[in-house]
C-alpha cells in the first residue's frame, strides 16, 4: 500500500526555480495497476524517481506499507525508457543482479533467473549479452531483472517508449501476463493514452507543472482489453478530453 | 552498382599507384639536390658566421674569450654564435649536421668523428691532462700509497666507477687502463657528468673520472679523494683540442688563422692569470671559484701549441680507441692534425706551467 | 593486388627503395644517413651474437615493471577520483601540474633516488611516462558511466560499495584499457630517456651509446627495433581489449 502525501518538488536553480510537483496526494492499493498520464514536463517522471527514492521531495512524504520512503531499494523495482541491461553482464547475470547484490549462492540465483526466463520464452538467451538482443527483448529481460526481487512496487517510466508500435503492443500483452502471474502493484507512466486504457486498473491524470493530480479515472474492462471496443473509445475520449486542456496549459 | 564502385576503386588505386611511382623517382635525383649547407655565392657582400660548439669543461679557452667577446671584436666576422653541448660526442654531431664550425672539445669524439669520415681537424691543443681517478674517501690506497697505478686499479675490481658518456676521453682512458691492469670493474658511463661526484657520496659508484672542475668538486665537497692524479694516469693526454670542419677552413683561411693566433692569446692569457678562467668558468657555469682554481693548479698545462708528447700521447688514443671498437681504421697524424696555423702563431717551444709571463699586449688584444 | 596486406606493404617498400638508392648513389655519408646494407649487417651481427636479444629482454623488464606501478596505483586513484568528487578536487590540482613535466626531467632524481642504472631507477622513468593517460583514462571511464547504470543498480538492492564493484568498474573498463594501452605504449617511448643512466644494456641506452661513437647504423637498428615491439605491444593489447570486451558487441 502506497501513500503519496502533500509531495512538493522544487528545483532550485540560479535563474529560477522549477516548480515539479505541488501536493501530490495518490494512494495506492496492493496489486493494482496504476498508469500516470500527463503532458511534457508535468513531473510524472520525477514522481516516479521520488517513489523510487532516486529523489527526494522537497515537501510532504511518501509511505510505503506505513514507512517512510528516502532512498533507493529492492522493493521499489524501477524499468527505465533507456535500455538499462549492463551490456558486459550476460542476460542470466543480469537478471540475478538484485539477488548476487543479496548474496545468493551463484546455483540458487540461477535457478531463480532461469524460472523467469522460462515465463518470457527466452531460456535460450541465457548466456548472450545485451547487444545481440532486440529492443523488446531487452525490455523483457529488465522487467524481469527487477521482478526477481520480489518487489513490492514495480515503477516503470515509458518502458515501451523506445520500441516501435506492434512490439509495443506486444510488450503490453507480455507485461499483464506478468502482472497476472506474479501479482505485483505497478505504477507505469505513460505519454500513449492507449496504452494506459489498455493496460491500467486506474489512470492518472497530471496537470500542466506544477505538477498535481488532475483527475483519476476508473477503467473496469476486464483483461484481455480490445484496444477498438466502444467502452475503450469512451474512456480514451474523455482522457484525451482532459488531457487536452492540460496540453494548452503546458504550452505556455 | 556494385561493378561501378569496384571499378572507381581500381582507378582510384591506379592513380595512387602511379603517383607513388612518380615520387620515387622524382626523388632520388631530388635528394642529391638538397643541401643546406649551401651559401648562394652570388651574394655580394657575404656574412660570415661562426658557429662555435663548446663543453661545460674548465680546459677551454673559450670561457674567457667568450666573457670578453674577443672573438667579436677582434676576428673579422660578423656574427658568432655560441653553443653549449653537454658532451663531446654532442658536438663531432653537431659538426656532421653542419650546426658548427668550430669546437673546443675532447679529443677521442673528434677522432672518432673523423673514423667515421666527419670532415674536421685539430688545429690546435686547449688543455692537456685533466682526468684524474676520484675515489671514495675511506677505504682505498692512492698512487703514492701503493706505488703503481695498477696496484690502485685492483682496488676496484669488481667495483663500478663512473666516467662521463661512451667515447669521451675518459671513458677511452679508464677503460684502457683497466684493460691494461688486467681489472674487471663496471664502467657507467653518465651522460650528464656532472652528477658524478653525487653519485659518489651516494656509493652508487666507487671512483669516478671525469673533467674538470668537477674532480676537484667531489674532493673539495668532501667526497672523494685524488688516488691517480691526472698527470699520472695518462700523461700528457691529449684532454682537449681547438676544431674546424674542412669546410670553413676552405672558405676562410685568414679567419682560421687569426682564430688560431687568439686561442693563443687567450692561452698565454690564462696561463698568467689563472684566476680569469675561474671567473670566466665561474659566470657561465656557476662552478664555484674554489673547485676551479683548484682544478687549474692541479692541471694547468694549458699552452695552445701540440708538441710532440701531445700528439704521440694522441696516436696512442688511436690504438685504444680501436681496441674499444669505438674505431675501425687506423687514423694518421695527417688524418688527424692540421698544425700550420698554430704553428705559424706560436712558433717557439711549448710553454711550461708556470713559466708564462703577464704581457700588457695580450692583455689588450683579450680584454679590448 | 586487392588482399589488405599489399596495402600496408606500400608505403614502407617505398621507403626502402629511397633508402636503397640514396645509400648506393652515395649522396650522404653514413653518419648521417647510414647505408640501408650497413644498417641490415649490423642487425644481422647483433641478432648473431645475441646482443640484440639482451638489450630487448632489459628494455622489457624495465617497461613492465614501470608500467605494473603505474597501473597499480593509477587505477585506483583514478576510480576514486572519478567516483569522488572530493577525492578530485584534492588530487586534481597536483596530478595537472606533475602531467606538464616530461619523463626526462625526472632522470637525476630517478639516478639519486634510486640506484642509477638498475631497473628501480629506470621503471621510476617509465612510470612516470606510463602513469597519466591510466589515470586519465580511468577517470573518464568512470565519470562516464550512464546514471541510468548506477541508479538501476541502487533501484536492485546494491549498496555503494557493490556498485562500485559491479557496475562502475566493468562499465569504465573499456576506457581503463584503453588508458592502459596507451600509458604503456608511452612509457615504452620513455625507453630511451628512461635509460640513459649508464646501463649497459637495453634498447636506449644501445641507441645513445651508439650515437655517442656515431654508429648512426646502430641507432637505426635500435629505432627500429623499439618502433616495431612498440607495435607488437599495442597489437597484443588490442587483442586482449576485443577479447575482454566481447560484450561491446560490433
Redesign the interface.
Known amino acids: 500500500m502506497l501513500i503519496l502525501k502533500n509531495v512538493t518538488r522544487t528545483f532550485i536553480s540560479k535563474e529560477n526555480n522549477i516548480n515539479a510537483l505541488e501536493k501530490v496526494n495518490l494512494e495506492v492499493k496492493d496489486k493494482e495497476f496504476i498508469c500516470i498520464l500527463g503532458p511534457s514536463g508535468c513531473g510524472k517522471t520525477t514522481l516516479l524517481r521520488i517513489i ?3 529523489d527526494k521531495p522537497t515537501a510532504g512524504e511518501v509511505l510505503l506499507d506505513d514507512i517512510r520512503v528516502d ?4 522493493d ?3 524499468v ?1 525508457q ?1 535500455y ?1 541491461l ?4 550476460t542476460v542470466i547475470d543480469n537478471i540475478a ?2 539477488l ?3 548474496g545468493v549462492d551463484k546455483k540458487e540465483r540461477y535457478e531463480s533467473a532461469r524460472e523467469y526466463l522460462e515465463l518470457l520464452d527466452l531460456e535460450k538467451f541465457e548466456n548472450s ?4 538482443l532486440s529492443g523488446g527483448m531487452r525490455q523483457r529481460i529488465a522487467i524481469v ?2 521482478l526477481i ?1 520480489n518487489p513490492k512496487l514495480l ?1 516503470m517510466d515509458e518502458p515501451f517508449g523506445a520500441l516501435d508500435a506492434q512490439t509495443r503492443n506486444i510488450m503490453q500483452a507480455e507485461l499483464l501476463r506478468i502482472w497476472e502471474k506474479k501479482h505485483k502493484t505497478i505504477l507505469f507512466v505513460t505519454h500513449s493514452v492507449d496504452e494506459a486504457v489498455y493496460l491500467a486498473d486506474r489512470i492518472v491524470v497530471m496537470s500542466a507543472r506544477p505538477g498535481t493530480i488532475k483527475e483519476i479515472f476508473n477503467i473496469d474492462l476486464p483483461h484481455p482489453r480490445i484496444r477498438t471496443s466502444q467502452e475503450a473509445n469512451l474512456i480514451r475520449d474523455r482522457i484525451l478530453k482532459s488531457l487536452g486542456t492540460e496540453m494548452e496549459h503546458a504550452k505556455k | 552498382m556494385k561493378s561501378s564502385e569496384v571499378l572507381r576503386e581500381k582507378i582510384m588505386n591506379k592513380k595512387i599507384l602511379s603517383i607513388l611511382l612518380i615520387m620515387i623517382i622524382v626523388s632520388v635525383p631530388l635528394g642529391g639536390c638538397i643541401d643546406k649547407k649551401e651559401v648562394p655565392k652570388e651574394e655580394t657582400k657575404e656574412k660570415i658566421t661562426l658557429k662555435v660548439g663548446y663543453l661545460p669543461s674548465m680546459c677551454q679557452a673559450i670561457y674567457v674569450l667568450k666573457q670578453y667577446k674577443t672573438l667579436e671584436r677582434e676576428l673579422g666576422v660578423d656574427v658568432v654564435e655560441y653553443k653549449r653541448y653537454e658532451s663531446g660526442p654532442l658536438i663531432t654531431q653537431a659538426f656532421a649536421q653542419g650546426d658548427a664550425d668550430i669546437g673546443f672539445m675532447g679529443i677521442p669524439p673528434v677522432m672518432i668523428g673523423i673514423d667515421k669520415g666527419v670532415p674536421i681537424k685539430v688545429i690546435a691543443s686547449t688543455h692537456s691532462e685533466g682526468s684524474s681517478l676520484i675515489a671514495k674517501s675511506k677505504g682505498y690506497k692512492n698512487l703514492t700509497q701503493l706505488g703503481s697505478i695498477q696496484a690502485v686499479l685492483k682496488q676496484f675490481d669488481g667495483k663500478s666507477i663512473g666516467a662521463p658518456g661512451k667515447g669521451s676521453i675518459q671513458d677511452v682512458i679508464i677503460r684502457t687502463e683497466l684493460k691494461k691492469a688486467g681489472v674487471n670493474a663496471t664502467i657507467k658511463n653518465i651522460p650528464i657528468a656532472s652528477t658524478l661526484p653525487a653519485l659518489l657520496n651516494e656509493g652508487q659508484i666507487e671512483a669516478y673520472v671525469v673533467w674538470p672542475p668537477f674532480e676537484m668538486e667531489g674532493v673539495l665537497k668532501g667526497y672523494g679523494d685524488v688516488v691517480i692524479p691526472s698527470d699520472k694516469l695518462w700523461p700528457y693526454n691529449p684532454c682537449c683540442a681547438l676544431v674546424v670542419t674542412e669546410k670553413f677552413e676552405k672558405e676562410h683561411p685568414d679567419t682560421v688563422q687569426k682564430l688560431v693566433e687568439l686561442h693563443n692569446y687567450a692561452s698565454l692569457f690564462i696561463m698568467a692569470h689563472p684566476e680569469e678562467l675561474a671567473n670566466a668558468a665561474n659566470a657561465e657555469l656557476g662552478i664555484n671559484n674554489e673547485s676551479a682554481m683548484a682544478s687549474i693548479e692541479f692541471s694547468p698545462k694549458y699552452c695552445a701549441l701540440p708538441d710532440d708528447r701531445y700528439i704521440n700521447s694522441t696516436m696512442d688514443f688511436v690504438n685504444a680507441l680501436k681496441d674499444l671498437g669505438y674505431t675501425t681504421n687506423n687514423l694518421t697524424q695527417e688524418q688527424i692534425f692540421d698544425l700550420k696555423y698554430i704553428k705559424k702563431a706560436h712558433p717557439g717551444p711549448y710553454d711550461e706551467p708556470g713559466t708564462v709571463k703577464d704581457d700588457p699586449a695580450i692583455d689588450k688584444i683579450i680584454k679590448g | 593486388m586487392n588482399a589488405r596486406w599489399t596495402y600496408y606493404l606500400v608505403l614502407p617498400s617505398f621507403f626502402i627503395v629511397i633508402w636503397y638508392a640514396v645509400s648506393k648513389a652515395q649522396l650522404y655519408p653514413a653518419y648521417i644517413v647510414p647505408p640501408l646494407d650497413m644498417v641490415i649487417r649490423s642487425f644481422s651481427e647483433l641478432v648473431g651474437n645475441g646482443t640484440i636479444f639482451q638489450h630487448i629482454y632489459w628494455s622489457i623488464v624495465r617497461v613492465i615493471a614501470g608500467f605494473a606501478i603505474a597501473a597499480a596505483i593509477g587505477i585506483p586513484l583514478g576510480i576514486s577520483m572519478g567516483w569522488s568528487n572530493t577525492m578530485m578536487r584534492l588530487v586534481e590540482p597536483l596530478t595537472n601540474i606533475i602531467r606538464q613535466i616530461p619523463p626526462i626531467a625526472w632522470v637525476p632524481f630517478a639516478m639519486i633516488w634510486f640506484k642509477a642504472g638498475v631497473v628501480e631507477s629506470s621503471a621510476f622513468i617509465v612510470c612516470i611516462g606510463a602513469f597519466f593517460p591510466i589515470l586519465l583514462n580511468t577517470i573518464s571511464g568512470v565519470k562516464g558511466v550512464p546514471v541510468l547504470f548506477v541508479e538501476s543498480a541502487y533501484t536492485l538492492g546494491a549498496n555503494s560499495r557493490q556498485i562500485l564493484a559491479k557496475v562502475v568498474v566493468p562499465a569504465s573498463m573499456p576506457n581503463i584499457l584503453s588508458g592502459l594501452r596507451i600509458g604503456l605504449g608511452i612509457g615504452w617511448m620513455s625507453l630511451v630517456a628512461a635509460e640513459m643512466m649508464g646501463q649497459d644494456y637495453g634498447l636506449g641506452s644501445f641507441i645513445l651509446n651508439s650515437s655517442t661513437v656515431l654508429r648512426m647504423d646502430r641507432v637505426v637498428v635500435g629505432m627500429i627495433t623499439i618502433g616495431f615491439l612498440g607495435f607488437l605491444m599495442d597489437r597484443i593489447f588490442k587483442g586482449l581489449e576485443s577479447s575482454l570486451l566481447s560484450w561491446r558487441g560490433r
Not at chain 1, 549492463?86 to 553482464?89: C, I, L, T
Not at chain 1, 549479452?129 to 545481440?132: D, I, T, V, W
Open positions: 523510487a527514492g532516486l532512498k533507493p531499494g529492492q521499489r523495482g524501477m527505465f533507456d538499462s549492463f551490456p558486459w553482464r543482479f538484485g548476487e547484490v543479496l549479452f545485451p547487444y545481440e531483472r527487477a526481487n515503477l
